[in-house]
């Protein structure tokens, strides 16, 4: 009891230590309040996207050979990876799962409709990347365009004569009716945001200390590595935290983006990346110990790969394969997936527990790193 005592009272002399440092250290609240609004303002009124290579399933409730002509030229089209599935249902699975970007679907009377010039052929857009679906539009609309150009010029003298003929797209847009680029960007802006706070601030605080050797005096104490562990990650996790809930005013109120999930599962998978993000500055901080260093080291380590290869800049689909991978192993990519999930799609289930669980798996293994590099020596 005593000992649990001990700990308590050390940790809390220590942490009310970290947060008098933060209140004289304005740079600290510079970085950890005022920066992330600063960001959501230029980022969000200022940046627009452009993609490219596009997954979208294609469902021909009647495989009629018009149909066939019209959506085969989808295969040769470097725009395109077509997924050809056998109903509606399971197109609309992968769309839920997104799986695919896009859906066109052709009904049963296809052909007849063709003959009357009133074909018409659904396209349903995945509307979180408002880029992409616009592009996804136009480039359905150009392809089908050549298609039906094709035929009438295989038909000869006979497509001349029967100009009727014609298939019109029709879309729909899910999950952004708006169709705005700012519904897509500021969930990933408050990525963004997190990672500053957690990883950036602390690796560069800490090495602040390690130049300063306002560290050597804790090294003296009873304080274990656990204790001070905790008391360098408890005060800026609530700063992240706070930071977090001014993204969310400012997207709700000022940008308008919809909140269609739980504010429970964003605040709850929020609080897990940003431990995530914590474990990654105290264990750059840790190697370094130089503010210099720690700030080239978590521009290059945490920063810019969640800038070019989270998913917040360009679908990871449309990008080579060993950036793809390089992508799939940043925590902050599937912590993109799931505010982007929850901002617009809402509780989508099975991505939000499987994002949350790698997330879970990188806070486990970046904390117990940092445990073992913050060594009560001078080494």
């Known amino acids: 009891m005593n000992t649990a005592l001990c700990f ?25 309040l005022v ?24 469902v021909m409730e009647k495989a009629s050979p018009s149909a066939r002509s019209i959506l085969s030229g989808l295969n040769g089209s470097r725009y395109f990876s077509p997924r050809w599935v056998s109903s509606m249902h399971e197109a609309e699975l992968l769309m839920h799962n997104h ?7 052709t009904g049963n ?15 349903i857009l995945h509307g979180t990347d408002s880029t992409t679906a616009n592009l996804i539009q136009q480039f359905c609309t150009a392809a089908i365009g050549v298609s039906v150009q094709k035929e009438l010029d295989r038909k000869g003298n006979l497509g001349r004569m029967t100009m009727s003929w014609a298939a019109n797209l029709q879309p729909k847009i899910w999950f952004n009716e708006a169709s705005t680029s700012t519904w897509y960007l500021v969930p990933g802006l408050i990525v963004i945001v997190m990672t500053l706070v957690g990883a950036f601030l602390t690796a560069l605080v800490m090495a602040r200390e390690w130049e300063r050797g306002t560290l050597e005096s804790l090294f003296v104490t009873p304080a274990g590595r656990a204790e001070i562990l905790l008391s360098k990650i408890i005060p800026y996790f609530l700063m992240g935290m706070g ?18 999930g739980s504010l429970l599962l964003i605040m709850l998978s929020s609080a897990l990346y940003l431990v995530v993000a914590l474990g990654m500055g105290l264990i750059i901080s840790s190697v370094t110990r130089s503010q210099f260093l720690a700030c080239q080291a978590a521009l290059m380590i945490s920063f810019l790969p969640t800038v070019m290869l989270s998913g917040f800049l360009f679908d990871l689909r ?42 879970a798996g990188y806070a486990v293994l970046l904390l117990a790193t940092a445990v073992r590099f913050i060594r009560k020596t001078l080494d």
């Open 8 to 32: 308590i009272r050390r940790l809390n002399a220590l942490t009310i230590k970290e947060f008098r440092q933060i209140a004289r250290d304005s740079s600290s609240i510079m970085i950890g």
């Open 35 to 58: 920066l992330p609004c600063v960001l959501i303002f230029i980022f969000g009124f200022g940046l627009s996207l452009d993609v490219n290579d596009i997954p979208i399933a294609v």
């Open 99 to 105: 799986d695919v970007s896009a859906i066109l679907r």
């Open 109 to 123: 009377d296809f052909d007849r409709l063709m003959q009357q010039g009133r074909g018409e052929i659904q396209l």
């Open 243 to 260: 930071g977090l809930l001014l993204c969310l005013a400012a997207s709700r109120w000022i940008f308008e983006v919809p909140m269609r």
């Open 318 to 359: 449309s990008i080579p394969a060993i950036a793809r991978v390089a992508g799939s192993i940043l925590p902050a990519t599937y912590y993109m997936e799931i505010l982007k999930t929850l901002f617009l799609a809402g509780d989508n289930m099975s991505i939000i527990i499987k994002n949350n669980a790698a997330l």
